[in-house]
């Protein structure tokens, strides 16, 4: 028996994009703290001149979907983040906006075979966006620690 399991040691390896929304940057550039922070920690190099990383910004959540496919399809990373916060409002804005980005980012997930965390706050309000982004726990460091699992798991099953 074979039994595949990403291994974060031998994560360092990895070519990573980021692709974060500037809407709602107050929490996106927490959540690009916290996941640098964890890449970092384990062996990304996530300087300006890093050959390991590379960050795109797009206007907001809906727009994720296509940037990561330009990534995706470029075939220079092993495993993509995405971050955004879409936090709900009077209109059902945020419905179209997370449907629209979940499957988005999905697609071209499957369609690809690359690897991408879905790394987007869905909230009720601003208060849960702040405590999911550092007040008491970064998310973003949980789905960079996804990031390494998948790309490193990827990598071992081919």
Same mark, same amino acid.
């Given at each position: ?59 907001? *959540?809906?727009?994720?979907?296509? /940037? !990561?496919?330009?990534? @995706? ?5 092993? +495993? $993509?983040? %995405? ?18 980005? *979940?499957?988005?980012?999905?697609? /071209? !997930?499957?369609?690809? @075979? ?5 790394? +987007? $706050?869905? %909230? ?35």
């Amino acid at each position: 028996m074979v039994r595949y399991e990403g291994r974060f040691t031998q994560a360092s390896s990895l070519k990573v994009g980021i692709v974060v929304a500037r809407f709602n940057d107050l929490i996106t550039n927490k959540l690009l703290s916290g996941c640098l922070d964890c890449l970092s920690r384990h062996g990304i190099d996530v300087s300006e001149n890093s050959s390991q990383l590379d960050i795109a910004w797009v206007p907001g *959540s809906f727009e994720l979907p296509i /940037v !990561s496919q330009n990534l @995706a399809r470029s075939g220079r990373y092993q +495993v $993509l983040i %995405t971050l955004g916060a879409v936090i709900r409002g009077d209109t059902p804005h945020f419905d179209v906006v997370i449907a629209e980005a *979940s499957k988005g980012i999905s697609s /071209v !997930s499957r369609e690809t @075979a690359v690897p991408i965390i879905f790394g +987007v $706050l869905t %909230t009720d309000n601003m208060q849960q966006a702040l405590e999911r982004a550092g007040i008491k726990n970064n998310l973003g460091w949980s789905y960079a620690l996804q990031a390494l699992e998948m790309g490193s798991l990827m990598q071992a099953l081919n």
